[in-house]
């Protein structure tokens, strides 16, 4: 047992003595590939040494210094690290005395045992990362800031991590707005969203009007987890008419997204509350004079029924619906064929008789090839499934 204890000692003092100094030193390295390695395994070092005495004391301050590092590449791979390497539970000094030149803290410096966690420390590097010159590096800060917030705590989050949170939705390049709109999660869960409420709405209004559409559609995917977050007060009063703006976008992707969007947060918020704040404007869209807007509607309309009760979906979509069944552009035609097919299990039976059926009838006498073959695709799925008919029945009693 004691030659146990004394191989222990010795393993240790080898990792703290030699091994660490060597593993330090490569962050002052002439290649700025080996720092970048150190930089992105940092977190692996953290794991093998924040058990042993002292370690984080010479880690940390080494840390700080590949943040602060001349290459953008070597400070982005030490950015991402920064939630993975504040976990560690070790105790450090706190900042405040003079560095060595290898970036550990000045050992002549004088201790008087005050300790802080090396998520204490390191948040105060947030704010000043925030104004790196390399959109890069902000951009991957913004991916990982937010989850300091459960190790630091309600307290610390508010006086420490908001302030650069609230710096970031504001930073003039849209992949950072977005990161930290992605990653507002772990900071609801610490202080709930009201704090940055009125700093998130202009960066989500930026994002939706921004000039690259792959953004706008990052932008629009996070919008039921934003709506869950901001509660349904402020996001009719601040952002359900911007929802229903996405249906109008030049974008194919973005507006058929946004038809998906609306159907989540009609799962979300209720029936009651679509019909009050989304409804009306699609009753406008449909009027549009262009078809891809009046085709968004359709598709919008079908998908927000399947997350309404039957009553609700009868009474304010399925009438719209109908009605485009006479729209003069063929597309618009076939895809309300298409949209019924969603609707006929939502709406019932009875409706599908004395409402589907005969516009699907009517569907399949179209001049158009496309739309004779879409409304009898649903007449028939509708009808075996809904109505137990067969198709070949079907087929006997149309033939």
């Known amino acids: 047992s004691l030659q146990g204890d004394e191989a222990s000692i010795s393993g240790t003092s080898i990792l703290l003595e030699r091994v660490l100094p060597l593993v330090v030193s490569t962050i002052d390295d002439r290649s700025w590939r080996v720092r970048w390695t150190a930089a992105s395994k940092f977190n692996d070092v953290v794991g093998t040494f924040s058990s ?39 105790m450090v000094r706190p900042e405040g005395g003079p560095s060595g030149e290898d970036g550990a803290e000045n050992d002549n410096a004088e201790d008087d045992g005050t300790r802080v966690t090396v998520a204490q420390r390191l948040v105060k590097r947030v704010t000043t990362l925030t104004e790196d010159d390399s959109e890069n590096v902000r951009a991957a800060l913004a991916m990982v800031a937010t989850e300091l917030a459960p190790v630091l705590g309600k307290e610390a989050t508010i006086s420490h991590l908001v302030p650069p949170v609230l710096l970031l ?39 939706a009007e921004d000039g690259k559409w792959r953004i706008r559609l990052a932008i629009i995917q996070h919008i039921p987890l ?146 004779r073959y879409y409304a009898k695709q649903t007449m028939d799925a509708i009808e075996s499934v809904l109505l137990g008919i067969s198709p070949k029945s079907h087929q006997q009693v149309h033939g």
């Open 169 to 207: 939705l504001r930073d003039a390049t849209s992949e950072v707005r977005l990161n930290i709109i992605s990653s507002l999660g772990a900071l609801n869960e610490v202080i709930g969203i009201d704090l940055l409420s009125q700093s998130l709405l202009p960066a989500i209004v930026d994002l």
């Open 226 to 371: 934003l709506a869950k977050q901001l509660g349904v007060d402020f996001f009719s009063e601040k952002l359900a008419s911007l929802c229903v703006g996405w249906l109008g976008d030049d974008i194919s992707s973005i507006r058929q997204a946004a038809a998906v969007n609306l159907k989540e947060l009609t799962a979300l918020f209720g029936a009651a509350w679509a019909n009050e704040h989304l409804v009306p404007s699609i009753s406008e869209i449909k009027q549009h004079q262009s078809y891809l807007r009046r085709l968004t509607a359709v598709q919008a309309c079908s998908m927000m029924a399947t997350a309404m009760d039957p009553a609700q979906a009868r009474v304010e979509l399925l009438p719209m619906i109908l009605e485009m069944a006479t729209d003069a552009v063929p597309n618009i035609r076939f895809n309300v064929a298409k949209g019924l097919e969603k609707m006929a299990p939502v709406v019932g039976r009875s409706v599908v008789e004395t409402q589907i059926r005969p516009v699907l009838a009517m569907l399949m006498e179209d001049s158009d090839r496309d739309v």
């Open 52 to 90: 042993l005495p002292g370690a984080m004391d010479v880690l940390v301050p080494a840390y700080e210094k590949l943040l602060q590092d001349p290459e953008a590449e070597v400070r982005t791979a030490a950015a991402l690290n920064l939630a993975d390497v504040a976990r560690c539970d070790a």
